[in-house]
């Protein structure tokens, strides 16, 4: 997955922090994920369609480490989301 790809939640899925977790349901498959830590960040800052640098560098702000840090941890996470089918992952948009 290349810094440049736009990441899109995936129609359909229900979520509610419980403590501090991010518990997910898809409506349709009644699949369930459990996110903590900054896996609940990542999914409200997917609220909108997000390249994966915007994504590392604004979680690097907010957790205090490099871009380069953050990506190490985003990627694979952003890997498991799409093979769950909660995300999807779109070319660059076009200037």
Not at 58 to 64: P, V
Request: negative net charge.
């Amino acid at each position: 997955m290349t810094d440049d790809r736009l990441i899109a939640r995936r129609e359909g899925w229900i979520a509610a922090w419980v403590d501090e977790n991010l518990i997910m349901m898809h409506a349709e498959s009644k699949f369930y994920l459990n996110l903590t830590g900054s896996g609940g960040r990542i999914w409200e800052l997917l609220e909108s369609p997000r390249s994966v640098s915007d994504l590392c560098e604004t979680l690097g702000r907010e957790f205090d480490t490099e871009p380069d840090a953050a990506r190490l941890e985003v990627l694979p996470f952003l890997d498991q989301l799409l093979l769950r089918k909660a995300i999807d992952v779109h070319p660059p948009a076009l200037p």
